[in-house]
Structure formats: structure tokens, C-alpha cells
T-cell receptor, first 118, second 116 residues
Framework: SAVISQKPSRDICQRGTSLTIQCQVDSQVTMMFWYRQQPGQSLTLIATANQGSEATYESGFVIDKFPISRPNLTFSTLTVSNMSPEDSSIYLC???????????????FGPGTRLTVT | AQKITQTQPGMFVQEKEAVTLDCTYDTSDQSYGLFWYKQPSSGEMIFLIYQGSYDEQNATEGRYSLNFQKARKSANLVISASQLGDSAMYFCAMREGTGANSKLTFGKGITLSVRP
């Protein structure tokens, strides 16, 4: 299984500022996913990031608020822009690796970034 | 309609006993996959078990087994011989269709507390 690391692990930010979260994978993967988990809630997909193309955003999420970079097959960043307290969540990076259909394309998650916006 | 339904608000189990966590799903696809994840208080998402829609046998992984009842569209997780470390939030998820780019949809989760 892929090993995923995220930086920072947690942060406390002031409203109106931006935070960039980094996701590093120990192997090359085609697709990377960014999820948000608001307090006490389930996971919601923000966007899918493929190397060499624009990220695909889910309904309710826009590029201006959550710009994503995917410069290579092992790395991605998610920026949370112009933050408000409602952005306080755990942000998780995820990959499907290896792309093995016999395992149902098992999806693995990074340790998450706990963001608190004051 | 919700694609994944987890209605148990919270579950308690005595250490060393077995516990079943319920999950029902809704899809019109013939090909889909069902997953269970564990999320301890640290926040990480730990993959536990996978069941494919065409798999005839229930999936098992150590102390975890998936009770797959296709006609009823249920995919319950059974944890045998519960341990204190099993206390966590458990999420059921589904991937519809084929392909690694198919989205994973999560249920709301169930909190499991293991009592010593």
C-alpha cells in the first residue's frame, strides 16, 4: 500500500488568511484526491487532481477557494484561501494505489491536516 | 437518496465480544465495491476491508469480516474478539462503476466504544 504524508499535521490560522497543505506519496500515482471532514461529519470529496491537468472539483467547491497543484506523480498541494471559521476541518489527501482492479482500487489516506480557523 | 446509510448512532461492546456495524447502500450499477474504514481519534483513515459486487464469498481480513447480502443491499462489518484499540469511528463507503477514477462515497459513520 502507498505511504502518504501530509504537512502540516495541524494548524491554527486567522480568518482571511490562506494555508497550503502538502501531500507526498512514496510511489507514483495517477490520481490524488482531496477530502474535507468537518467536525463530527463524514468525508466529502473536494476535488480530484491528475498530474498534468486541471483538478476536477465537486459541486460546492471552487478553484478560487481551494486551488490545487499537481506538479508530479508523487506530490500535490491544496490551498484553503481566505479562510473563515467554517473552514475548520480535517483535510485528507488520498490516492488509489496501485491501480489494481482486483482490489477494487483500494483507496489510502494520509494522516490528515487538522485546521482550526479563529 | 443517500447512497450509503449508517443509522446506528453509537455502539458499545464488551472487550473480547463480537460486534456488527450496519451499512446499507443504494446503487443501480451492477459493478461496485464496498469498503470499510476505521478512523481513530487521531484522525487518520485506516482501510479495513473490501467487497466487490461480483464476489460470491464474504470478504475477511483477520478479525474483520464483511457480511455481504446483495439482495438486501447491505454490507455489515463484523468485528470478532473486540479489543480496546477498536474504539473508533467506522465508515462504510462505496465506489460505483469500474475504474480507479470512480468516486468513493462515504456514509456518516458509526462510533464504536469497546468497554474493558
Amino acid at each position: 500500500s502507498a505511504v502518504i504524508s501530509q504537512k502540516p499535521s495541524r494548524d491554527i490560522c486567522q480568518r482571511g488568511t490562506s494555508l497550503t497543505i502538502q501531500c507526498q506519496v512514496d510511489s507514483q500515482v495517477t490520481m490524488m484526491f482531496w477530502y474535507r471532514q468537518q467536525p463530527g461529519q463524514s468525508l466529502t470529496l473536494i476535488a480530484t487532481a491528475n498530474q498534468g491537468s486541471e483538478a476536477t472539483y465537486e459541486s460546492g467547491f471552487v478553484i478560487d477557494k481551494f486551488p490545487i497543484s499537481r506538479p508530479n506523480l508523487t506530490f500535490s498541494t491544496l490551498t484553503v484561501s481566505n479562510m473563515s471559521p467554517e473552514d475548520s476541518s480535517i483535510y485528507l489527501c488520498s490516492v488509489v494505489d496501485p491501480a489494481d482492479p482486483t482490489t477494487g482500487y483500494e483507496q489510502y489516506f494520509g494522516p490528515g491536516t487538522r485546521l482550526t480557523v479563529t | 437518496a443517500q447512497k450509503i446509510t449508517q443509522t446506528q448512532p453509537g455502539m458499545f461492546v464488551q472487550e473480547k465480544e463480537a460486534v456488527t456495524l450496519d451499512c446499507t447502500y443504494d446503487t443501480s450499477d451492477q459493478s461496485y465495491g464496498l469498503f470499510w474504514y476505521k478512523q481513530p481519534s487521531s484522525g487518520e483513515m485506516i482501510f479495513l476491508i473490501y467487497q466487490g459486487s461480483y464476489d460470491e464469498q464474504n470478504a475477511t481480513e483477520g478479525r474483520y469480516s464483511l457480511n455481504f447480502q446483495k439482495a438486501r443491499k447491505s454490507a455489515n462489518l463484523v468485528i470478532s474478539a473486540s479489543q480496546l484499540g477498536d474504539s473508533a469511528m467506522y465508515f462504510c463507503a462505496m465506489r460505483e462503476g469500474t475504474g480507479a477514477n470512480s468516486k468513493l462515497t462515504f456514509g456518516k459513520g458509526i462510533t464504536l466504544s469497546v468497554r474493558p
